[in-house]
Each structure stands twice: as C-alpha cells, then as structure tokens.
C-alpha cells in the first residue's frame, strides 16, 4: 500500500486535520513508513479467526434507567472557548 | 525522604510528623529539582488544605488506610477543580470538572494529591519528548530521557518528588519508565481498575496504574482504586483482593521466559546477563523456569499500532475547538473551527496516530487493517493464554535497553515504537504485569524486569514480585 497525496488529504478531511506543503510531504512519509512496518500483520494466517473485540469480561452491563444529573449548566460551560450564559458559541453557520 | 507509606504511616502515628510537614518538604523537593520538568503544577494549596485535616483525623482516630499518602497523578487524570491537559496544547487551561473514580478512591482513603506530571502528549510516546510543554529529564542521568509515556511519574517518584504517582499504560507507559527510572510500574488487569476519568487515548487498551519505591506500596494503592465503577461499564464486578496482605506467599512457582526476548540482537548484553542471572536465582529458590518460544513477538508491535491508532482517532475526534479546550483564531466557520482548532492543537505524533488510526478505519482499508489487527490479537491472546495454563508467570526485560539520550530517537517514529516490544503484549491480551527494578547497568541506569500473569492474577503477582525484590 503507497499512501499519495491523494489519500493524505481524503484521510486529512476524515479527521478534520490540514497538512500543507512541507508538512505534507512529511506525513506522507511517516505514513508510509508506519503502513510499512504494521504491514507485517498480513503474514499471519487469520483465515477463520474471529476478530477480537470486547477485552472486558462484563456481560450485559445493565443499570436502572434513571438519570444522574452531576454537571451543571454552568459547569459544562466552564471550559468553553466562547459562550454566553447559556450556550457554546461558534462562528457563524450560515454566511451572508 | 520516605521511601515507603509504611516508613511515613509510622511516623505520622508515633508522631515524629504531621502530614502538613511532610508536603511542605515535598513542595520545596519539587522545586530543588525544577530542572526536570516533571511537574507541570504544584497544588501547593489544595494539598496543604487536605493535608491539616488529614491530621486532624489522625489525631482523633478517623484517618483511612493512605493517611497521608503523597501522590501526584499523571496529567490525563482528572481531580476536580484542577487543571488537566494530557500535556497538549489543545487541553491548554482546561480545568477537571469532576474527579476521576481513582482520584475519588484514593481521596476517600486520606491520600494527599500533590500536584500533576508531564507527559507525552495524550500518552502517546515513549521518551516524554511528545509533550507539548517541553521533555522531561531522567533524574538519574539528566541528559536521558525518563522514558514515556509516563515520563513525569517515573522522573517524580525516583527522584522522592512524591511518594506515588499514577500513570497510565496503553502500551508500556507505566512499565518501561519505571524501567528507565529504577521504580516500580504496575499495570492491572484491564478492567480491574476504572478509567472513568482518564483521559482517553486507546479504550480497549488504557489501565491506571501506580509507579512506586516499592511492590507493597502498588499492591496497597491498587487495593484502593480497584474494583468496579459504575461509571466504566467495562469494569470488572470481580472481588478486590486484599492485595497489600498476600496470602500466597512462599509458593513455588513455573515461570517461563521467551527465549527470543533474551536472544535478540537488540537486547543490551548486561541486560540480558542480568535477566539470565535471575533466571539463575529463581531456579535456585526452588521455582521452575522454562524457555519457550513465541513466535509472535514481531507481530505484537505493529498489532497494536494499528488497533491503538484506530481507537485513539475515534477517541480524540472530541476535541474539536467546540465545547471545551483550544480554538483556533483563525475559526470563521464550522469546518476552519475543526481543522484549524486541531492542526494547531496537536503535536505531530498525536496528527500523526490519528491519521493513521483515520486510515486503518476507512472505507476500502477497514477490513485489511483494523479486523485484521483485530483477528492478530485474538491469536495472540489465545497463545498467551495458552502459556498461562502452563506457567504461572512469563519473565522478560522491561525494555531491551536502558534509558536513551535525549533527542536520540525522535526522528524515527518506528525505533521509538520498538521501545514496546516487550510491555504491549500485556495490553494486547490485557493481564496484569509489572516492572521491577533489577539494578544498575555498568552506564549507572537502573534497568527493569517484567513479569506478566493471567488476567485477574494481580494477588500472585504482587505477592511474588514482593518475594522477589527482598
């Protein structure tokens, strides 16, 4: 697998990330470098292997449908970049 | 300083100290050794506060079981009303807004929380040079790295900074700083403690453990934070053992050793000596040690690179400029609010993991990757657990190495992820293990030796570890 410019920006636009230029390059390369080395995965047979998924040993975790209100309004607010009183505030949506 | 709880509880109940006394000392310990950087905050005034009425519970008989206890927590674990970054910029100014269940626990039982420990940026690294706030010295040769991810914890504890310090392991983070640094690193079982309130980089991999002087003073710390949570769904119900009181001493035990984590080229040559030479000693104390081999060291690696990744771009797509954390100034609609916020709020080696962890999850390369991955670790789970109905332990190096210089490796992202090579496979089949200090290298680093057990075994580990150290 050959990670292109193409795919570092497909993959950039997923992850809500930017790479331009110099550092373009350099991920790119880093990518490739890393796609290389966990390549080594495929050598393993895994025909009929179930994929591993839960490391948990819990079951069924169930809990009483009741709700916990532990974080208050302003609480939630404290650590946001721009708010008023009551709400989180981002640039505007919907341009001119 | 103390070198053990049991030292300072002593103390505190003959009187010789007060717990004020004993963080006024630590505070002025922190500042003699600044130069390190393993402290990115005192909480000077919160501690001494919680330290008077810890003594005065003392005085009056009411103290819980860690009066007294000073501990500093890694920087991606939340304690209420103080800040928590994970070391990024992203995180810059960020205060907790509830405790982790850890925190909660250890506080419940009189523990004194001293401060927060740099570390590699949301846990991902090994050397403690991906933290967005400068790296961190190793305490015993201060041209070296502490190792990573919990960098800060393994500098804090070695140089006395703090009695204890919790980290958090993914890979290695607890154990192979602890390695670097001559402390011990415990990594529990998944599960058996909560991660509510960790900061998350790999959920199916993450554990909080402690990096301590000690195997009795992990065993009592694990003792309090484990158990289930109901805040962590994938908590274990599973009974606590009273793991500072071990009733399986004494016991002869079968432990094997992989040949190949002995054998390889990469292992120090003094390293290896040392391990065979424990290898020697246990078999003289009357226990059974084997070789064997496992052939899926090569693969363990990039397994969980690409597992860990992929769960670490799900994880970290929470930080978007929005709600909380760092916005861009250059935010003028929805989506610069996103990618500007984020390209400017991660290091390179979280965009790096999270491209990749992106990649393995997309369409087209889902299957090839992440399933693959997924299947690869069933295998190897499968086959360690094998070794476990066999033996009761598995012995490795910590690390092929000891510590390295700083900035030597950090151009190389893949020497750096080859630092995991022994610690992963704890994380890839979730069991417990543990670094003990084994020494000094002829270079004066201390280095470390891992024993790993079957999930839940944490009693016989810590009991045999205690056995082995003394």
Same mark, same amino acid.
């Given at each position: 697998?050959?990670?292109?410019?193409?795919?570092? %920006?497909?993959?950039?636009?997923?992850?809500?990330?930017?790479?331009?230029?110099?550092?373009?390059?350099?991920?790119?390369?880093?990518?490739?470098?890393?796609?290389?080395?966990?390549?080594?995965?495929?050598?393993?047979?895994?025909?009929?292997?179930?994929?591993?998924?839960?490391?948990? %040993?819990?079951?069924?975790?169930?809990?009483?449908?009741?709700?916990?209100?532990?974080?208050?309004?302003?609480?939630?607010?404290?650590?946001?970049?721009?708010? %008023?009183?009551?709400?989180?505030?981002?640039?505007?949506?919907?341009? %001119? | 300083?103390?070198?053990?709880?049991?030292?300072?509880?002593?103390?505190?109940?003959?009187?010789?100290?007060?717990?004020? #006394?004993?963080?006024?000392? @630590?505070?002025?310990?922190?500042?003699?050794?600044?130069?390190?950087?393993?402290?990115?905050?005192?909480?000077?005034?919160?501690? +001494?506060?919680?330290?008077?009425?810890?003594?005065?519970?003392?005085?009056?008989?009411?103290?819980?079981? +860690?009066?007294?206890?000073?501990?500093?927590?890694?920087?991606?674990?939340?304690?209420?009303?103080?800040?928590?970054?994970?070391?990024?910029?992203?995180?810059?100014?960020?205060?907790?807004?509830?405790?982790?269940?850890?925190?909660?626990? +250890?506080?419940?039982?009189?523990?004194?929380?001293?401060?927060?420990?740099?570390?590699?940026?949301?846990?991902?690294?090994?050397?403690?040079?991906?933290?967005?706030?400068?790296?961190?010295?190793?305490?015993?040769? #201060?041209?070296?790295?502490?190792?990573?991810?919990?960098?800060?914890?393994?500098?804090?504890?070695?140089?006395?900074?703090?009695?204890?310090?919790?980290?958090?392991?993914?890979?290695?983070?607890?154990?192979?700083?602890?390695?670097?640094?001559?402390?011990?690193?415990?990594?529990?079982? /998944?599960?058996?403690?909560?991660?509510?309130?960790?900061?998350?980089?790999?959920?199916?991999?993450?554990?909080?453990?402690?990096?301590?002087?000690?195997?009795?003073?992990?065993? +009592?710390?694990?003792?309090?934070?484990?158990?289930?949570?109901?805040?962590?769904?994938?908590?274990?119900?599973?009974?606590?053992?009273?793991?500072?009181?071990?009733? #399986?001493?004494?016991?002869?035990?079968?432990?094997?050793?992989?040949?190949?984590?002995?054998?390889?080229?990469?292992?120090?040559?003094?390293?290896?000596?040392?391990?065979?030479?424990?290898?020697?000693?246990?078999?003289?104390?009357?226990?059974?040690?084997?070789?064997?081999?496992?052939?899926?060291?090569? /693969?363990?690696?990039?397994?969980? /690179?690409?597992?860990?990744?992929?769960?670490?771009?799900?994880?970290?797509?929470?930080?978007?400029?929005?709600?909380?954390?760092?916005?861009?100034?250059?935010?003028?609609?929805?989506?610069?609010?996103?990618?500007?916020?984020?390209?400017?709020?991660?290091?390179?080696?979280?965009?790096?993991?999270?491209?990749?962890?992106?990649?393995?999850?997309?369409?087209? /390369? @889902?299957?090839?990757?992440?399933?693959?991955?997924?299947?690869?670790?069933?295998?190897?789970?499968?086959?360690?657990?094998?070794?476990?109905?066999?033996?009761?332990?598995?012995?490795?190096?910590?690390?092929?190495?000891?510590?390295?210089?700083?900035?030597?490796?950090?151009?190389?992202?893949?020497?750096?992820?080859?630092?995991?090579?022994?610690?992963?496979?704890?994380?890839?089949?979730?069991?417990?293990?543990?670094?003990?200090?084994?020494?000094?290298?002829?270079?004066? !680093?201390?280095?470390?030796?891992?024993?790993?057990?079957?999930?839940?075994?944490?009693?016989? !580990?810590?009991?045999?570890?205690?056995?082995?150290?003394?």
């Amino acid at each position: 697998m050959q990670i292109t410019d193409e795919t570092v %920006d497909k993959i950039a636009e997923l992850a809500k990330l930017k790479f331009e230029g110099e550092k373009k390059q350099e991920i790119k390369k880093d990518l490739n470098k890393v796609l290389d080395f966990v390549e080594k995965i495929n050598e393993l047979d895994t025909e009929g292997i179930e994929p591993l998924i839960h490391i948990s %040993d819990e079951i069924n975790v169930l809990r009483a449908d009741v709700s916990e209100n532990n974080t208050t309004q302003q609480e939630a607010l404290k650590n946001a970049p721009k708010k %008023d009183n009551y709400y989180f505030k981002i640039p505007k949506v919907i341009q %001119d | 300083m103390f070198k053990s709880y049991s030292e300072l509880n002593k103390a505190l109940s003959q009187k010789e100290t007060t717990c004020v #006394e004993v963080v006024n000392a @630590y505070i002025q310990e922190i500042d003699k050794r600044k130069s390190l950087n393993a402290f990115l905050e005192v909480f000077a005034e919160s501690a +001494l506060k919680t330290a008077e009425s810890v003594d005065a519970k003392i005085a009056n008989g009411t103290a819980g079981k +860690l009066a007294g206890f000073v501990i500093s927590l890694k920087d991606n674990i939340c304690f209420k009303g103080h800040k928590v970054s994970a070391s990024s910029k992203i995180l810059e100014g960020f205060e907790s807004i509830y405790n982790a269940t850890v925190v909660e626990r +250890l506080l419940a039982e009189d523990a004194i929380i001293i401060g927060r420990l740099n570390c590699d940026e949301f846990a991902m690294g090994s050397s403690n040079e991906n933290s967005s706030l400068g790296y961190v010295r190793n305490p015993i040769q #201060e041209d070296k790295v502490p190792g990573g991810s919990s960098g800060g914890s393994a500098a804090a504890v070695a140089a006395g900074l703090c009695l204890a310090a919790l980290g958090s392991d993914t890979g290695g983070s607890i154990r192979q700083p602890a390695s670097f640094c001559g402390t011990v690193g415990l990594k529990p079982t /998944y599960g058996r403690v909560s991660r509510y309130g960790l900061l998350a980089y790999a959920s199916s991999f993450d554990q909080i453990g402690p990096l301590t002087n000690n195997v009795e003073d992990a065993a +009592l710390l694990l003792e309090v934070m484990a158990g289930k949570d109901h805040m962590d769904s994938t908590s274990s119900s599973r009974e606590v053992a009273n793991y500072s009181k071990p009733e #399986e001493s004494g016991k002869k035990r079968k432990i094997a050793y992989i040949k190949e984590t002995i054998d390889s080229d990469g292992v120090d040559p003094e390293v290896r000596a040392s391990v065979l030479k424990s290898i020697e000693q246990l078999r003289a104390d009357g226990h059974e040690v084997e070789a064997i081999s496992f052939p899926y060291l090569d /693969y363990m690696v990039p397994t969980y /690179y690409v597992l860990t990744t992929a769960e670490a771009s799900s994880n970290l797509s929470r930080y978007d400029g929005v709600h909380f954390g760092y916005r861009s100034e250059s935010a003028k609609d929805v989506e610069s609010t996103y990618v500007a916020s984020r390209s400017e709020g991660f290091g390179p080696e979280v965009q790096r993991r999270i491209m990749l962890g992106t990649f393995v999850l997309s369409a087209g /390369y @889902y299957d090839a990757y992440y399933t693959k991955g997924q299947k690869v670790r069933r295998i190897i789970t499968e086959k360690t657990e094998e070794i476990f109905s066999r033996y009761d332990f598995i012995l490795t190096p910590t690390t092929p190495a000891t510590a390295f210089g700083l900035g030597e490796n950090i151009d190389d992202p893949i020497t750096m992820y080859l630092q995991d090579i022994f610690t992963v496979q704890a994380n890839l089949y979730g069991g417990p293990a543990i670094s003990l200090p084994m020494g000094n290298h002829s270079n004066g !680093l201390p280095f470390g030796i891992q024993l790993m057990a079957s999930k839940f075994e944490e009693s016989k !580990l810590l009991s045999f570890s205690k056995e082995l150290m003394s």
